[in-house]
């Protein structure tokens, strides 16, 4: 199925309007995997659900599709690699570059919550306190991520089954975020087109967003990103992300399997300079400040078949 | 990388097994844990095994329990696909020997993202 150009135009224009995030000829798929639900819902076709809404919708039925076409798809460790990589190469690299007491964290564009939760998860036996904002432009979602509670479907969406039973309760046919981890989050309202929350932030995780922005809104929320940052601090994009032809002003670096994105400004103010080199072929090196030696890179997968079972506290007592 | 899909239900048999080719796999069937105890024993090499919970002749935890019993059969990945979702299932299922756990129903991304999360796609996978 193909979309009319018309119906195209429209809901560009309405999503451009309302939340500066900028449909490009060439997301039309978008358009259909995202209305055609809802058009379905109403028994219509896409094409003449919008050609009704141009005839004239009420407001709530625009606010409907805008909130359609601005809400991601959200998995658990999503990508896997930065989340793999995220205790064992990405922490140290951060203490060495400063972090030393606590690590900040800002979830950009967070959705339902998936992604600062597995941020927590991921860093749930980190060595020092982590603190994660998360900010999305909908408070729809902004509510539901902050309630943490989420269906048997959504927790089936990447989730190791030793982390749900580890982080997760069950409430009737859902589970919940163990309130440990909900107030370990700071939700927040927040347009990137604004200037960042309070920082410095050690880590921003800006991922799958940026293609919703034309090129010159890419450069603008990058350049605030970089200077929410504390230096030595990283980016992290979606996977099949870079600014390589978007923004100058950042270097790649691979850590454990991760790409990040490092700002080159130098620090505005004086701190010990980040350890971590650009890219490198063959794995990242031990920062200056740290034992030589951290387990090597074994696997990308956090969570890789191990060789023996998963260690759990409660054994088994036949079967039912 | 090949794939037994262990199921009393032909229908989901057939779910789980065609997520699976579509994904890279060649898959084998058994309709409960013995029949599949027997095709391993008949030397069966799978990479990958995605085991249901309740069905007759043998569950799917006790065929977990023995196939982790049994040393040749190590390396092989053990995925609980069930619809028993309680933690405490959970709990026993990964305490027994199970490397993941899907919840049915499911969508075929879901059954994507646990191989990813074990490492196992292969490389040359009809990825979503």
């Known amino acids: 199925m193909s979309i009319a150009p018309e119906t195209f135009a429209f809901v560009a224009d309405l999503v451009g309007r309302r939340s500066a995030i900028r449909l490009e000829p060439g997301k039309e798929y978008l358009v259909e995997s995202r209305l055609g639900p809802i058009a379905r819902e109403r028994q219509l076709g896409l094409d003449e659900y919008v050609r009704r809404l141009r005839a004239g919708a009420p407001e709530d039925e625009l606010a409907v599709v805008v909130e359609a076409m601005t809400t991601n798809e959200t998995s658990w460790f999503r990508d896997v690699a930065p989340f793999a990589a995220l205790s064992s190469h990405i922490l140290p690299l951060l203490r060495a570059a400063g972090a030393t007491d606590r690590v900040r964290v800002w979830s950009a564009a967070c959705s339902t919550g998936q992604e600062p939760y597995s941020i927590l998860m991921a860093l749930a036996d980190a060595p020092l306190p982590v603190e994660v904002v998360a900010t999305d432009l909908n408070e729809q979602v902004l509510a539901r991520a902050r309630e943490g509670q989420y269906s048997q479907l959504e927790v089936n969406r990447g989730l190791p089954a030793a982390v749900l039973v580890r982080h997760f309760e069950r409430v009737g046919a859902h589970w919940r975020v163990r309130a440990d981890l909900r107030n370990r989050v700071q939700f927040r309202r927040h347009n990137l087109m604004d200037a960042p929350p ?123 | 990388m090949r794939a037994l899909v262990v199921d009393d239900s032909r229908t989901m048999r057939r779910i789980v097994g065609s997520t699976l080719q579509d994904l890279g796999f060649e898959t084998e069937e058994a309709e409960n844990g013995a029949a599949a105890l027997a095709l391993l024993e008949d030397g069966l090499q799978v990479d990958l095994a995605c085991i249901d919970w309740n069905m007759p002749v043998m569950d799917g935890l006790e065929l977990v329990t023995r196939v982790r019993a049994t040393k040749e059969w190590r390396a092989i990945t053990l995925m609980m696909v069930t619809t028993e979702s309680e933690q405490e299932k959970i709990v026993r299922a990964l305490a027994a020997g199970a490397h993941e756990y899907l919840l049915k129903p499911f969508a075929p991304d879901a059954l994507r993202d646990k191989l990813d999360l074990l490492g196992m796609l292969p490389a040359q996978g009809g990825a979503a």
């Open chain 1, 198 to 320: 309070p920082g410095p932030f050690d880590l921003v995780f800006l991922r799958n967003v940026l293609i919703y922005f034309d090129l010159p809104t890419k450069r603008a929320v990058l350049d605030r990103v970089a200077r929410a940052l504390r230096p030595g601090g990283f980016v992290v994009l979606g996977a099949a992300e870079t600014t390589l032809g978007v923004h100058d002003g950042f270097e790649r670096v691979e850590a454990g399997g991760a790409v990040l994105h490092r700002p080159l400004r130098e620090p505005r103010v004086a701190a010990a300079a980040p350890t971590a080199v650009p890219v490198p072929a063959g794995g990242v090196p031990a920062p200056r400040g740290l034992p030589p030696a951290w387990p090597p890179p074994t696997s990308t997968r956090p969570f890789a078949a191990p060789t023996r079972p998963v260690p759990v506290q409660t054994q088994p007592r036949g079967v039912s």
